[in-house]
């Protein structure tokens, strides 16, 4: 390892000591890799990796070998050796091989067994140390349905919450999110989650500008995709002109060569956080439609932040579609609006569809961590509805609603839930 | 739009060039044999559809042409994709009988020979007998492996009417002419001037010699895009395109081994679950109206087999990267499909069989051997 490297002291000492050297190499090569990133990884990142390889040190030499023993195993019939797989190398070169090898399906179960007697020690780590956290997900309110049509997929998992919608629908959001009418200009649930707890705890992630507040605070992670035209504009140019004039084999390699579009300080305020760019950069660039479709950026950018950030209060707002047009939907990386002049219209039907999917991949991804089984409130909410989902503990106490909930008072017991 | 006659289309073209195929008697007795033998065509329901959305009890919905014909063919329950999870080689697996690990974005052959090299070198059969017909547009070298003592003197011809298509909207929307890509009559003029100037850049590799169509083959493409474009149903996908050609195709040449390569469920990936389950049922209708084609076309009635099937699943809803969006989790969802033969003996099979017995099977059904290949015949179809 480098003497420049800007690992945790405690993650150095386990480099230096040999620890990865003595792993199977398609194990710890990868992690090896991703901490060369460490600049560029959140907190929560950082932790895991900490305390997983703490783990691993710290445990009997005797059981680690018998761990990894099967990969070990697996590695050999695969052929990975000095040549095939360089000491501390982790390229693209590498994921080809796995991918390509016939062993790869016994190699993908040979790692989900190790990570299934690891991941119990470590998460009893993070559940020691569990508080209260809050998920709200709103869904736009042109979508073509009531709330009986609603969240199909998870409404068995907790119960709906009749509400007592404003007069006024466009203090929905503001007195659910804010406790107060939209001429009051208080601040949202998710930015004084930011200002109360530590960085990157709060994110609030959406297709439009309207959970946006110029007065947020500045540690609240605030991902708009259409705050983010203009350097999705960029990606989408260069992605073109990089197809253009240069060879690139394939996806993997336009990302190799994509990895420097960061985003400019102009572009959007996450440019100012180096940690935020690389991940604005990595999920707009993922090759999972987030450059081309807002609800998708939205779906895609929660779920790495889950993975990625573990924030304690999180609010996702979708928003409508747009019809794919004619012929310049083959198109992928050109701007609809201006390729076709067929006028721009919303696919409401289309997009209820989609989120009904989304809503469910969003609360899986979140339950599938400790930090937020037993003790996350989700709270599904459709803009202008008189009922709401909460998926949430027992002890949530809109649960035990019978009557109609005014949005402040929905407000002011998220508020108590994170204890603000 | 003013009516585009495929006289006028063909003189816009300026399609001059003499017939190099075969010298017309030997034509027509080629034609003559190919009509009256057994025929297969293989259609990759395509770009990654989960069981889930098509043969799953709450996916039959989408699916309501394969559901209609399910009961006349015979269906085979469990389709194993045992291989690499990319379009390319999960489809040249199918092709070639061997699990393929090559290049997942189509820039090498198949590493082992294809059923068409080995149907054309053993019966002699002409370039006009076999075609695959691809809207994935990675798959150019599809029609042949890298065997050297076959390779693509023996291949198939392989038409990507998608990278065609692409090319026109392409040229339409840089030139911002008029109504642009609203207008059709735009798109059909770039399309023609792609065939009469440039096709070789976009994926066509029929028969070609110094960068020429022979005559035929134009007319009868280019008789697939007046069609495609004037179609009733105002079409617009790579999947109709390719459609459209598959039956020129047919009607012009009665190939006995074809590739129909759908792919526009691979929409998926943009994260738009309606455009994806949108996009199964259009293949559903496409496979519907292929298999009309079939019924009705004399050269292919009561003599051919068509072999449906997924060249691979989609990620499961659990514990997947991303569900539907992607193909690369290796789980149940991503490997385990179906397959339909059509004009076998109807049924069900519970027998699980691969995606590598379709070339086995293939090759009982045309008569010639396939080599060394790990798939076994589906004798179910056969018998």
Known sequence: ?420 | MPALTKRRFLQLAGLSIAPRILPKRLWAAASREAQSARKVIIVTFGGGVRYSETFAPEGVHNIPRLVDMKPKGLFFKSCTNAGVLSHYNSTGSILTGNWQRVDDFGFQPPATPTIFEYYRKQTGAGPSDAWAIATNKSFSLIGSGADRTLGQPYGANVVLPKQLLLEAVEGVVKNNAGAGVASRENVLQHLETILSEGYEGVGWTIFKAGGQLDRTVRNTLTHALVEYINGPEAPSSGDELTFFIAREVMREFSPRLMLVNFWDMDVAHWGSYSLYLQAITKTDRLTGMLWEEIQSNPSYKDRTTMLVLPELGRDGDINAANGFLNHRSGDPSCRNMWLLAMGAAPGEIERPVFHVDLAATTAELLGFKAGEITGRPMREILS
């Open chain 1, 1 to 420: 390892m480098a003497a420049e490297s800007k690992l945790s002291p405690a993650l150095q000492a386990l480099v230096d000591k040999g620890l990865f050297d003595r792993l199977p190499p398609t194990f710890s090569t990868f992690f090896f890799e991703q901490i060369q990133e460490w600049d560029t990884l959140f907190p929560a990142e950082r932790s895991y990796h900490e305390r997983l390889f703490a783990l691993i040190d710290r445990s009997d030499t005797a059981l680690v070998e018998k761990l990894f023993e099967p990969l070990r195993r697996v590695e050999q019939v695969m052929g990975v050796n000095e040549r095939s797989w360089p000491r501390r190398h982790f390229t693209l070169e590498q994921v080809d091989f796995l991918n390509r090898s016939p062993h790869y399906p016994e190699w993908r179960k040979t790692v989900a067994d190790i990570f299934a007697q690891l991941d119990p020690l470590l998460e009893a780590e993070v559940a020691r140390k569990g508080h209260a956290r809050l998920v709200v997900v709103v869904a736009p309110a042109e979508l073509p349905v009531g709330p009986d049509r609603m969240w199909l997929r998870i409404r068995q998992h907790g119960k709906r919450i009749p509400l007592e919608p404003p007069e006024d629908v466009a203090d929905y959001l503001p007195l659910l999110l804010t406790g107060a009418a939209r001429k009051d200009g208080a601040h949202s649930i998710s930015a004084m989650c930011a200002m109360a707890k530590e960085p990157y705890a709060a994110w609030s992630i959406e297709a439009g500008g309207g959970l946006s507040d110029p007065g947020n605070p500045s540690a609240l992670v605030a991902l708009s995709y259409d705050k983010l035209r203009e350097y999705r504009a960029r990606l989408t140019n260069e992605v073109t002109h990089i197809l253009k004039t240069q060879e690139v084999r394939g996806p993997r390699q336009l990302l190799a060569k994509l990895k420097e579009l960061k985003i400019r300080a102009s572009e959007g305020d996450v440019g100012r956080d180096p940690v935020l760019a690389e991940f604005t950069r990595a999920t707009l660039l993922s090759g999972n439609g987030t450059l081309l479709i807002n609800n998708t950026f939205v779906e895609w950018s929660t779920v790495q932040a889950v993975r990625r950030a573990r924030p304690s209060a999180t609010v996702v707002s979708f928003g409508i579609r747009n019809k794919i047009k004619p012929f310049t939907s083959l198109l992928i990386y050109a701007d609809q609006e201006t390729a076709n002049p067929i006028p721009t219209q919303m696919d409401t039907l289309g997009t209820y569809v989609d989120l009904e999917i989304f809503y469910q991949y969003i609360w899986q991804e979140f339950e599938k961590y400790a930090e937020y089984r037993h003790n996350t409130a989700y709270l599904f909410v459709g803009e202008g509805m008189d009922e709401m989902l909460a998926i949430a503990p027992a002890d949530f106490p809109l649960l035990a609603a019978a009557q109609p909930v005014k949005l402040g008072q929905v407000f002011g017991t998220m508020k108590d839930w994170m204890n603000l």
